[in-house]
Nanobody, 125 residues
Framework: QVQLVESGGGLVQAGGSLRLSCAASGRTFRAYALGWFRQAPGKEREFVAAITWGGGNTYYEDTVKGRFTISRDAAKNAVYIQMNSLEPEDTAVYYC??????????????????WGQGTHVTVSS
C-alpha cells in the first residue's frame, strides 16, 4: 500500500507561483513513478507531470512545459511540483498519484494505483 498526501495549494494571482508537495508513505520504494494530475471544475481529470522514482525521468503535459517542474526527494519520500507563471486556466484540484507497474505510459490515468485526496489551486486573473 502507498499513502499520498498533497499540500501547498492555495490562491495565487496570475503570473504567480506555487509549489505543491506530495508526501508518500508505505511501499514507496516499490513505486515506478509518481505523477500529478488535475481536475478543473466541470472537466475531466488530466495529466500534468510525472517522474520515475528511480531514474528521475520526467514527463509533462504540453501546456505546462517550461512553467512547471516536477522533482522528487527519495530521502523524504516526497514529490514536488513547482508551478510558475500560473494562469487562470491552471485553476483545478491537483492530485498526486503513484504508478506501481514498470514501463507503463505515465500520461494515462489508469496506470496509477494510488491517489491522494487532492489540493486546491486557484489562480485569479
Amino acid at each position: 500500500q502507498v499513502q499520498l498526501v498533497e499540500s501547498g495549494g492555495g490562491l495565487v494571482q496570475a503570473g504567480g507561483s506555487l509549489r505543491l508537495s506530495c508526501a508518500a508513505s508505505g511501499r514507496t520504494f516499490r513505486a515506478y513513478a509518481l505523477g500529478w494530475f488535475r481536475q478543473a471544475p466541470g472537466k475531466e481529470r488530466e495529466f500534468v507531470a510525472a517522474i520515475t522514482w528511480g531514474g528521475g525521468n520526467t514527463y509533462y503535459e504540453d501546456t505546462v512545459k517550461g512553467r512547471f517542474t516536477i522533482s522528487r526527494d527519495a530521502a523524504k519520500n516526497a514529490v514536488y511540483i513547482q508551478m510558475n507563471s500560473l494562469e487562470p486556466e491552471d485553476t483545478a484540484v491537483y492530485y498526486c498519484a503513484a504508478a506501481i507497474r514498470y514501463g507503463v505510459t505515465l500520461t494515462t490515468e489508469g496506470v496509477y494505483a494510488y491517489w491522494g485526496q487532492g489540493t486546491h489551486v486557484t489562480v485569479s486573473s
